[in-house]
């Protein structure tokens, strides 16, 4: 499992109200990523990070934030969250030899 | 533009019959290309990675740069291999070098 742990597993919120998903790695690695995947779309990378507080965007950036202030926690922000945003998150890493490990995900719900 | 592209949603075998996911892909150099397989609402797993050319769990994939392919093959299907499964590519821009493209995904559904 590559030491990537997510949360929360699950949440169920409003529209209109902020969202903190974290990802949590053991591994030190310096390139995470958060993607959401939805049916029909696969996975869309949504940001980036390529060391502490160094991040950029993905595909589908729009409504979300990142932060990243220390090697192990990745954080994704939904600032007010709408239903479009109902999905399943995967946080990765990228290990030595390039290849990305996942977290479990969240399934997040927005009402 | 890099882009990964998965024909089928949806492949239906018989248990024992061969399978072949497709995966085309749109690239300009060398790619790097990746299966991964997810099991029903699990976390996606590395399968395998063309520059590695192993064999996991009898699936095996070959580069075809000349069709720009990489489809993924099983000579005997099993149940247990009844899972989405995603082909990517790994981007070589240098503003995203690293980052994966996904397909969209072919759900493999194995039939006793």
């Known amino acids: 499992d590559a030491g990537i742990t997510q949360s929360p597993r699950h949440k169920v919120t409003e529209t209109g109200t902020p969202v903190t998903l974290r990802c949590h790695q053991t591994e030190n690695h310096r390139y995470m990523y958060w993607y959401r995947q939805d049916p029909g779309h696969g996975l869309r990378l949504i940001h980036y990070s390529y060391g502490v507080k160094d991040t950029d965007k993905g595909e589908v950036s729009d409504g979300y934030s990142v932060s990243r202030s220390k090697t192990e926690d990745f954080l994704l922000t939904l600032e007010s969250a709408t239903s479009s945003q109902t999905s399943v998150y995967f946080c990765a890493i990228r290990g030595n030899t390039d290849t990305q490990y996942f977290g479990p995900g969240t399934r997040l719900t927005v009402l | 533009a890099q882009r990964v592209t998965q024909p089928e949603k949806l492949l239906s075998v018989f248990k024992g019959a061969p399978v072949e996911l497709k995966c085309n892909y749109s690239?300009?150099?060398?790619?790097?290309l990746f299966w991964y397989v997810q099991y029903s609402r699990q976390r996606l797993q590395l399968l395998l990675r063309h520059i590695s050319r192993e064999s996991i769990k009898g699936f095996t994939a070959d580069l075809n740069k000349g069709e720009t392919s990489f489809h993924l093959k099983k000579p005997f299907a099993q149940e247990e291999d009844s899972a989405m499964y995603y082909c990517?590519?790994?981007?070589?821009?240098?503003?995203?070098?690293?980052?994966?493209?996904f397909g969209k995904g072919t759900k493999l559904s194995v039939k006793p």
């Open positions: 990517a590519l790994s981007g070589q821009s240098k503003r995203s070098q690293g980052n994966l493209i």
């Open positions: 690239y300009s150099g060398s790619p790097e």
